[in-house]
């Protein structure tokens, strides 16, 4: 039967919240009666090569070993189909010492035989499991000098796999159970031979290989082909589409807060929505990101500048190409967090700030239309993130960011750069961006519309509960 992986953890990644995964279950694998789909692309020859330590009885001691296994993998599987791996081999170098401490006492001649047991590591994100494998080790002579290698072959059982995307096969550290090849004449053995349990040493991992893993039917728009050349042949100089399937995102707001460290100010944004938002799967690497725009209100912030002149400002956040476009345009790529193990969002993005409307001691000041930074703010975040649930990156984990110089700040031949720079300009501030997917919602009056059709408001017990299923478990 098929082995089933169980999920570690109830966090779902932000590709399972995709709906690209199988909706059979949430496991990483499951029991499947579907024969395995045929592998498009080749099988592919895996080995990996580890070093373990394995403790023998006195007067061997614990010995280091080296332990090579190799198998063959499918290219790809699809959902609700079983993945088979085979030609699963491992060949164990045995020391001559070691090996004799198996036959008879005196003896310098003869062969050995045994079982080799092991697990095999399925993981996937945050879901793993081990498949337990038990090989035959064949005859063996011990040679006249030298290591004795020793081959264990056997059957690997049928993995199904529900989930979509890159599944690593990991081998573990073997269980040895060696003797002597007994004389054809000799009586049956009445007890089984001892088992020595090996380990992995420290800071080992050992990745035999990976396969990915494709929706049965694959979600998104049908690609288009490259326009065939006269004749029927594809132009050499046209590259094939990318084999990208999308998604799209439901309603989702977005919440975002800014501290300034030489203003000692707090700058929270309206809730604002992307738009335009799509997760992208890439079918061929596995790699996933999300799209989108969106577009922020004027905010009014209150604070002391030089930290003791009460001054007001009202802030934007515009995108690089203000004078032309209003839409910040967005791109976020997915990982696992290592550290976490969460499902995680990296993006790397790029604003103006424009200030106007100041007041100093209450006194207007007329910072004109063009108070913009010299350069674009340049923030990168990182944090938890499910894309059809609710998101927390900032720049903190990435040290903040610099707030850049001022330019065309000022009126009537006033030059009020210095005077900002002054002020704000300056590393150590940072950026946090919440988004939390809304349901839909079409009745004439919000207060019929279901629970979480609005986001929570910051620092609500909602929005701390919403954050909290983010965070590690």
Same mark, same amino acid.
């Given at each position: 039967?098929?082995?089933?992986?169980?999920?570690?953890?109830?966090?779902?990644?932000?590709?399972?919240?995709?709906?690209?995964?199988?909706?059979?279950?949430?496991?990483?694998?499951?029991?499947?009666?579907?024969?395995?789909?045929?592998?498009?692309?080749?099988?592919?020859?895996?080995? +990996?090569?580890?070093? /373990?330590?394995? *403790?023998? %009885?006195? $007067?061997?001691?614990?010995?280091?070993?080296? #332990?090579?296994? =190799?198998?063959?993998?499918?290219?790809?599987?699809?959902?609700?189909?079983?993945?088979?791996?085979?030609?699963?081999?491992?060949?164990?170098?045995?020391?001559?010492?070691?090996?004799?401490?198996?036959?008879?006492?005196?003896?310098?001649?003869?062969?050995?035989?045994?079982?080799?047991?092991?697990?095999?590591?399925?993981?996937?994100?945050?879901?793993?499991?081990?498949?337990?494998?038990?090989?035959?080790?064949?005859?063996?002579?011990?040679?006249?000098?030298?290591?004795?290698?020793?081959?264990?072959?056997?059957?690997?059982?049928?993995?199904?796999?529900?989930?979509?995307?890159?599944?690593?096969?990991?081998?573990?550290?073997?269980?040895? +159970?060696?003797?002597? /090849?007994?004389? *054809?004449? %000799?009586? $049956?053995?009445?007890?089984?031979?001892?088992? #020595?349990?090996? =380990?992995?040493?420290?800071?080992?991992?050992?990745?035999?290989?990976?396969?990915?893993?494709?929706?049965?039917?694959?979600?998104?728009?049908?690609?288009?082909?490259?326009?065939?050349?006269?004749?029927?042949?594809?132009?050499?100089?046209?590259?094939?589409?990318?084999?990208?399937?999308?998604?799209?995102?439901?309603?989702?707001?977005?919440?975002?807060?800014?501290?300034?460290?030489?203003?000692?100010?707090?700058?929270?944004?309206?809730?604002?929505?992307?738009?335009?938002?799509?997760?992208?799967?890439?079918?061929?690497?596995?790699?996933?990101?999300?799209?989108?725009?969106?577009?922020?209100?004027?905010?009014?912030?209150?604070?002391?500048?030089?930290?003791?002149?009460?001054?007001?400002?009202?802030?934007?956040?515009?995108?690089?190409?203000?004078?032309?476009?209003?839409?910040?345009?967005?791109?976020?790529?997915?990982?696992?967090?290592?550290?976490?193990?969460?499902?995680?969002?990296?993006?790397?993005?790029?604003?103006?700030?424009?200030?106007?409307?100041?007041?100093?001691?209450?006194?207007?000041?007329?910072?004109?239309?063009?108070?913009?930074?010299?350069?674009?703010?340049?923030?990168?975040?990182?944090?938890?993130?499910?894309?059809?649930?609710?998101?927390?990156?900032?720049?903190?984990?990435?040290?903040?960011?610099?707030?850049?110089?001022?330019?065309?700040?000022?009126?009537?031949?006033?030059?009020?750069?210095?005077?900002?720079?002054?002020?704000?300009?300056?590393?150590?501030?940072?950026?946090?961006?919440?988004?939390?997917?809304?349901?839909?919602?079409?009745?004439?009056?919000?207060?019929?519309?279901?629970?979480?059709?609005?986001?929570?408001?910051?620092?609500?017990?909602?929005?701390?509960?919403?954050?909290?299923?983010?965070?590690?478990?």
């Amino acid at each position: 039967m098929p082995r089933r992986v169980r999920p570690r953890s109830a966090t779902v990644t932000a590709l399972a919240a995709a709906g690209l995964l199988s909706v059979a279950n949430g496991a990483l694998t499951g029991v499947g009666s579907a024969a395995p789909g045929p592998a498009v692309p080749p099988d592919t020859q895996a080995s +990996a090569s580890v070093s /373990v330590h394995c *403790p023998f %009885a006195d $007067p061997l001691g614990p010995r280091a070993l080296t #332990v090579e296994t =190799t198998a063959t993998l499918p290219a790809q599987a699809k959902t609700g189909t079983s993945a088979t791996i085979g030609g699963y081999s491992v060949k164990v170098s045995l020391p001559r010492d070691v090996a004799l401490s198996f036959l008879p006492a005196g003896a310098t001649t003869g062969s050995l035989r045994g079982a080799v047991q092991l697990d095999l590591a399925v993981r996937q994100d945050d879901r793993s499991d081990r498949v337990p494998v038990s090989l035959v080790v064949a005859p063996a002579p011990l040679p006249e000098t030298g290591d004795v290698v020793l081959t264990a072959t056997g059957a690997v059982p049928e993995i199904a796999i529900n989930t979509v995307g890159a599944v690593t096969f990991e081998v573990t550290a073997p269980t040895l +159970a060696l003797e002597a /090849v007994p004389a *054809p004449d %000799a009586a $049956p053995a009445t007890t089984a031979p001892p088992k #020595v349990a090996c =380990t992995l040493d420290e800071g080992r991992q050992a990745t035999l290989g990976k396969i990915l893993v494709l929706p049965k039917t694959l979600p998104g728009p049908e690609q288009k082909q490259p326009a065939a050349a006269p004749g029927g042949v594809t132009a050499a100089d046209e590259e094939p589409p990318p084999n990208v399937y999308t998604q799209p995102l439901g309603l989702v707001s977005v919440l975002t807060k800014s501290t300034v460290k030489r203003l000692g100010a707090t700058v929270v944004s309206d809730p604002s929505l992307l738009v335009n938002g799509f997760i992208n799967v890439n079918i061929d690497t596995g790699d996933s990101w999300v799209t989108g725009s969106t577009a922020f209100s004027p905010v009014t912030a209150t604070f002391l500048g030089f930290g003791f002149v009460p001054v007001s400002a009202t802030v934007e956040f515009l995108p690089v190409e203000y004078q032309t476009q209003r839409m910040i345009d967005f791109t976020g790529n997915l990982y696992t967090d290592p550290v976490t193990q969460l499902p995680s969002l990296h993006a790397d993005l790029r604003v103006m700030a424009r200030m106007s409307s100041a007041k100093i001691n209450g006194v207007p000041l007329d910072l004109g239309a063009g108070c913009v930074t010299k350069e674009p703010v340049h923030l990168v975040l990182d944090g938890p993130y499910e894309a059809f649930g609710v998101g927390h990156v900032s720049t903190e984990p990435n040290g903040g960011f610099t707030l850049p110089g001022f330019t065309g700040c000022g009126t009537g031949g006033q030059d009020l750069n210095p005077l900002l720079d002054g002020m704000s300009s300056g590393p150590g501030n940072q950026a946090y961006v919440d988004t939390h997917n809304l349901v839909g919602c079409d009745t004439p009056d919000p207060a019929d519309c279901p629970e979480g059709s609005n986001p929570p408001a910051p620092g609500s017990p909602g929005a701390a509960a919403k954050k909290a299923a983010t965070q590690p478990r």
